[in-house]
């Protein structure tokens, strides 16, 4: 494996997409896995990509081509 691994604890698959936050517009931004590894954003494996869920009244932006 070469890439990086999905940021949640515990998890050792690897990372497809990176979600980052915009607390100010109550905001999660989920997309393609980031070209750097960027400390304030969170990279997800496949499962925790489907599975991803934010606070009551946040809007998720999912970009397209992680759509199934």
Known sequence: ????????????????STLTYDYGDQMAALG???AADDPHAHDL??????????PKGWVVVRH???RA
């Open 32 to 34: 393609p896995l980031g």
């Open 1 to 16: 494996m070469h890439g990086r691994l999905c940021s949640k604890v515990g998890c050792a698959r690897e990372a497809i």
């Open 64 to 66: 397209e081509t992680l």
């Open 45 to 54: 494996c496949s499962i925790h990509t489907e599975r991803m869920s934010v």
